[in-house]
């Protein structure tokens, strides 16, 4: 007996040890609950009799199954301390009933509305609002690249980064691109990134959404949750971060790797940390010239004929953007193409030729100009501020093609980028860096393989729009005398002679009158003058012809530098094979000048010079050796026996009298001035190896 006592004991002390932790545990869940309980009963859904009944009968059948548990004699509750502690332990039962229904309802309305904004989205849970499509939308290329690389990335690279100048439609490519895999998809984000507050933003309200985040969870703890939902869920889901310009927004926040997702960033940048981690980078492009003229045939909706828009395609530089709002332009005017081509050629603002802000087709937010304004805003506000911007007005000035990247860190620029800094010295390092920007935000492609610089024309004709007349002036000297500083005394490149050429080609003509005053620049000189020495002697004199009408209009005939037009016009008449033309020519520039400089002057004195030449290679060398010895004469009193120009003189005389029939007077001549010209130029100059040979030339002559 005593022993069964003692087990009795034993039984009662430890029931009611249990019997307080359990009350104990329960009063905890239903304090910890925050209200669940009571959110159940409250709850506005047509479940709400059956929650009621659901919790009922779990209440019912736990007291049931802890009378069941109690040792005999004591399933009742009774009075006292053990009969608090049972209450207590039913209570604890029941909140732990009431939370877990509360939980499984939970989940069951957030599932409810969750496929109820997929069938509102048509099968896919979106958030956030995918652009419509581009009234004639024009399938490209490039969108077939987006699919394949999304399609290998399942298994490999599982983000893709739409890398382009504003303009070329990346967030049209990213929202068809997301409208085909579209019926694959369970979840759809499309996140407009402007900043990082709205990237957090739009990621708490999938969060919650989904359902891994309730309402009253603040944004980045919600944003962290999708996050970790999206590395571990097996649904498939794709997110697009819609004109990501700020890469740093997105740290932190990129969606993770995930076979079953994907994720697509437009973005006008093309930093090194954009293809990191994995992703890959895609260069968005301009229309091709098929692409271009498709689209505009369907966007003009009048019959033009594919030429025409073949120009117009070209001149708009195939851009997708300006192509789009240049056919709104055209139709709301109902112009042709042909006259809003010419419009564009006449150095017309490019904001005189798009619609209004409020008339933009296909929901563009920005016209051309603006769009770019703001990567422009975004590049000087790179240090050293402002100083972006002022390198890109110098490109904007020069052939769109190609610009030899080393013109920008010439003296001439970086004193024209110093003045504009308020006098803050820019060195080479800042000229490079600049550059690199205005690269990283595609306002210009800087290719440091072939160490040049391409810039859209019409990049540049926005920039050159915002330009102030002396900032034109200013800009244009400063790009003038680079091109002069890296131009080489001797063509031995033709490719890069060609080059320089199309660049002050570009310069003159997007500057015209700027170069003319208040003094000539010699760089439109020096481009005729390696035309002609290239052997392109019609463009050489087309080119001069432009400059000479140019000069007259605004100079003036008597000005020196229209003298020294016609001058070099002539020359490069007689070396096209007209002698008697420059002959004509010279006879006329040296009455001119003779007028206005008077007949001592040098210019005067080598008009002589060209004029007695070309006199010679009509057929009239005794003309020739008469007007040379005259010149000889005027040379040594003028400049004196040693000048070059009078050694040159005595050149010329000798040859000329060889032509007369001369031979031996010819040697006798070249023998002396051989000999000044060791005495004056030593015997490795240039001038003297020629003496040398024309000596040579004239001794091998029969006498």
């Known amino acids: 007996m005593a022993s069964a006592s003692e087990g009795g004991n034993a039984t009662s002390q430890v029931a009611p040890i249990r019997t307080r932790i359990l009350a104990t545990f329960g009063l905890v869940v239903v304090t910890v609950d925050d209200g669940r309980v009571v959110r159940v009963f409250r709850r506005r859904c047509r479940s709400r009799k059956l929650v009621v009944l659901a919790v009922f009968a779990v209440a019912c059948g736990l007291v049931a199954l802890w009378t069941w548990w109690q040792p005999a004699g004591q399933r009742l509750p009774r009075f006292g301390w053990q009969g608090f502690e049972q209450a207590g332990w039913v209570a604890g039962l029941v909140g732990v009933a009431l939370a877990l229904v509360s939980f499984v309802f939970d989940r069951i309305e957030a599932r409810r509305e969750q496929a109820s904004r997929r069938a509102a989205a048509g099968g896919v849970l979106q958030i956030g609002r995918v652009p419509l499509p581009a009234s004639w939308f024009q399938h490209r290329a490039t969108a077939e690249a987006l699919t394949r690389a999304a399609q290998a990335g399942r298994t490999a690279v599982l983000t893709q980064v739409l890398s382009g100048m504003g303009g070329v439609g990346k967030t049209q490519l990213a929202a068809e691109f997301a409208r085909r895999l579209s019926d694959e998809l369970d979840l759809l984000v499309w996140v407009t990134a402007s900043d990082r ?12 959404t989904v359902g891994v985040a309730e ?3 603040e944004p980045e703890p919600a944003a962290a949750r999708l996050l970790g939902w999206l590395e571990r869920t ?13 890469p740093a927004d997105a740290t932190g926040w990129w ?8 994720t697509v960033v437009t973005t006008r940048r093309r930093d090194a940390a ?3 981690q994995g992703r890959t980078l895609i260069e968005v492009g301009l229309f091709t010239p098929d692409e271009a003229v498709a689209y505009l045939t369907h966007a003009i909706e009048t019959l033009t004929p594919p030429e025409h828009l073949q120009e117009l395609a070209a001149a708009l530089g195939y851009l997708p953007l300006a192509l789009a709002q240049a056919a709104a332009y055209i139709r709301e005017r109902r112009i042709d193409c042909t006259t809003y081509q010419q419009q564009l050629a006449n150095q017309r603002r490019l904001t005189d030729l798009l619609p209004a802000e409020d008339g933009l087709p296909d929901e563009h937010q920005h016209t051309v100009a603006s769009t770019w304004a703001l990567s422009i805003t975004a590049a000087d506000n790179t240090p050293p501020r402002a100083l972006a911007s002022a390198v890109l007005v110098i490109a904007a000035l020069l052939d769109p093609n190609t610009i030899p990247a080393d013109l920008f860190i010439t003296t001439p620029i970086r004193d024209h980028l110093t003045a504009h800094l ?14 690199h920007t205005l690269h990283r935000l595609n306002l210009l492609t800087h290719d440091r393989d072939r160490s040049s610089v391409r810039v859209h024309a019409l990049v540049q004709h926005v920039t050159r729009d915002q330009l102030t ?18 131009w080489p005394d001797v063509e031995r490149d033709t490719t890069y002679a060609q080059i320089l050429r199309a660049n002050t080609t570009a310069l003159y003509h997007h500057t015209a009158d700027a170069l003319l005053t208040p003094e000539g620049n ?4 020096r481009a005729a003058r390696s035309l002609g020495e290239a052997g392109l002697f019609q463009p050489a004199i087309t080119a001069l012809q432009q400059l000479l009408a140019d000069q007259l209009r605004v100079l003036g005939l008597d000005h020196p530098d229209t003298l020294t037009t016609r001058n070099n016009l002539a020359r490069w008449r007689g070396k096209a094979g007209n002698p008697a033309g420059a002959a004509a020519a010279f006879e006329q520039l040296l009455a001119d000048r003779l007028r206005v400089l008077g007949p001592d002057h040098p210019d005067t004195l080598t008009t002589r010079g060209n004029l007695a030449h070309w006199r010679g290679k009509t057929g009239d060398p005794a003309g020739a050796v008469t007007a040379f010895e005259q010149l000889l004469a005027d040379q040594l009193r003028v400049l004196g026996p040693d000048h070059p120009d009078t050694l040159t003189t005595r050149g010329n005389l000798a040859h000329w009298r060889g032509k007369t029939g001369d031979p031996a007077g010819a040697v006798t001549a070249f023998e002396q001035l051989l000999a000044d010209r060791l005495r004056v130029l030593g015997p490795d100059h240039p001038d003297t190896l020629t003496t040398r040979s024309s000596l040579a030339y004239w001794q091998r002559r029969p006498r």
């Open 422 to 435: 308020g006098g803050v010295a820019v060195g080479e390092q800042a000229v490079a860096d600049g550059l």
């Open 255 to 262: 969606p993770p790797t995930n076979s079953n997702g994907c």
């Open 522 to 525: 010699r760089i439109l000189f």
């Open 274 to 276: 954009l293809q990191a």
């Open 197 to 208: 507050g709205a990237i957090v933003a739009a990621y708490a309200e999938t969060a919650r």
């Open 234 to 246: 097996d649904q498939r889901w794709l997110v697009v971060l819609d004109n990501l310009d700020r």
């Open 469 to 486: 007349p002396e900032a034109l002036a200013s800009a244009a000297h400063a790009a003038a005398n680079a091109l002069l500083a890296i």
């Open 215 to 217: 309402p009253e969870v």
